[in-house]
Nanobody, 128 residues
Framework: QVQLVESGGGSVEAGGSLRLSCETS????????MGWFRQGPGNEREGVAT????????YYVDSVEGRFSISKDDAEKTVYLQMNSLKPEDTAMYYC?????????????????????WGKGTLVTVSS
């Protein structure tokens, strides 16, 4: 069982930045597919960024491309989401997700079904 704990959420004005962190219980993030998802009020949960084990390939949805950056520190067992140029529409609960490869794939990498493990979320509020 992989446990995930997010931190770093908060309130920021439009144009500002935040860095979210996700600490894992897994001995190493080196074998986990990791993703960040968000869910705004009345919206479905959507994937925004993902990083693969090994070659650390990263993928982003169009709405955050060029503004968000996912990275990880395997030694610290932590995955990060650097969010720059934040917009009010980025306001949401942000969730960290992980998978050992059983569900993750190129068609599921931004879908909740692509991940087996979830954190409880951290709230990001962006004011205009």
């Amino acid at each position: 069982q992989v446990q995930l704990v997010e931190s770093g959420g908060g309130s920021v004005e439009a144009g500002g930045s935040l860095r979210l962190s996700c600490e894992t219980s897994e001995e190493t993030t080196g074998r986990l597919f990791m993703g960040w998802f968000r869910q705004g009020p009345g919206n479905e949960r959507e994937g925004v960024a993902t990083i693969t084990p090994g070659d650390n390939s990263t993928y982003y949805v169009d709405s955050v491309e060029g503004r968000f950056s996912i990275s990880k520190d395997d030694a610290e067992k932590t995955v990060y989401l650097q969010m720059n140029s934040l917009k009010p529409e980025d306001t949401a609960m942000y969730y960290c997700a992980a998978d050992l490869g059983r569900n993750w794939g190129h068609f599921s990498k931004f879908r909740p079904s692509g991940y087996s493990y979830w954190g409880k979320g951290t709230l990001v509020t962006v004011s205009s």
